[in-house]
């Protein structure tokens, strides 16, 4: 199995932007003495008191420049909010800068509407939803010279190495975004921390409709990748009271008190839950999978090769929000273990 990890860049307590992209960076080399596949930054805008990772077009070249040979990328771009040829311009770039290593993911998502607002191109346009499909295909058109001659972007170029090209993959929660990933040929990774019941039909969807793209753009055959949320600690028990800080703040978002976030502490999170959390139980049934999984390395081996092989997948990407940095490394450290990654 290849695991691969997706970083937030979370604000410590006490701290600011500064510390959280120091943890970042420390967080991607470990992953890569490790044996981690892929570090990807996130794109996120709407907890700025306690999630840094805004632009991954950013961050991503510092965390490349700070490591070796991982590859690192973003998890995702939100692509209703930018151009898709400033997107592959940026990653164009980017991939120049590291080449070979570049992970584009493209995705979409709404938050706050102010921030929305200000993060649209055109506000003297309302956002057309159905759009998405049309602008991944062009970002993968841009990249690997697909436009015909005839279309009027054919004769723009980039910026780029000579011998590769950024990975581009498609990122969501829903089937209709697997339907998208499999018509363009494009890897596809699912986001079962947000919403794990459609994941096994989401997979069947992609598979159904993958047909390689005719501009080279993805793999000759299906690809995915699962994303979940994972604690792992020496026991069950305690990596289960770690996981408290991800109930915590998914309890408080569903039920729309922002006011109680972020939540920085596991006495915290216990606090507002009420108790400590209850260990993952096996099996997970298709489409009953919690939000959050945990375990020791011995019960995650186990839950990851279960969920990875109800969808079908070799390779999973982690996220997580446990409050302690020390005790994400030390997460990461026993994920690796669990599904015996070669340290480099």
Not at 290 to 316: C, F, K, N
Request: aromatic share 6%; charged share 25%; net charge negative.
């Amino acid at each position: 199995m290849e695991l691969s990890i997706v970083d937030l860049a979370p604000i410590p307590e006490g701290g600011d932007a500064v510390d959280a992209f120091e943890g970042t960076v420390e967080r991607a080399q470990q992953a890569e003495r490790l044996g981690y596949s892929r570090f990807w930054v996130a794109e996120h805008h709407d907890f700025p008191d306690s999630i840094a990772s805004t632009t991954p077009e950013v961050l991503i070249p510092h965390v490349a420049a700070k490591t070796s040979d991982i590859r690192v990328g973003s998890g995702t771009v939100l692509l209703n909010h930018y151009s898709p040829y400033k997107v592959a311009e940026s990653f164009s770039v980017l991939d120049s800068l590291a080449p070979g290593r570049i992970d584009l993911g493209l995705g979409r998502a709404t938050g706050n509407p102010t921030r929305d607002l200000a993060l649209q191109m055109d506000r003297s346009q309302r956002r057309n939803p159905n759009d998405h499909a049309e602008k991944i295909e062009e970002v993968a058109k841009h990249l690997h010279g697909g436009f015909s001659a005839e279309h009027p972007f054919s004769g723009l170029e980039l910026p780029a190495a000579d011998d590769t090209k950024p990975e581009t993959w498609v990122l969501g929660s829903s089937p209709s975004s697997a339907k998208i990933a499999g018509e363009l040929g494009l890897p596809y990774c699912f986001a079962a921390f947000i919403r794990p019941g459609p994941a096994v039909r989401a997979f069947e969807v992609y598979r159904e409709h993958f047909e390689p793209s005719p501009f080279d753009a993805g793999p000759a055959e299906p690809y995915g990748m699962l994303a979940v949320n994972a604690t792992c600690a020496e026991t069950d028990e305690e990596a289960a009271r770690l996981r408290a800080a991800t109930d915590a703040s998914s309890r408080a978002l569903r039920r729309g008190q922002v006011d109680q976030l972020p939540i920085r502490s596991v006495e915290d999170a216990i606090e507002y839950l009420g108790s400590v959390p209850e260990p993952t139980e096996l099996p997970l049934e298709p489409g009953e999978w919690p939000r959050a999984i945990s375990g020791s390395p011995e019960t995650m081996a186990e839950i990851l090769e279960d969920l990875t092989s109800q969808v079908g997948v070799d390779e999973v990407i982690i996220q997580n929000q446990i409050a302690d940095p020390e005790d994400t490394l030390r997460s990461h450290e026993l994920l690796a273990e669990a599904v015996g990654l070669e340290s480099r």
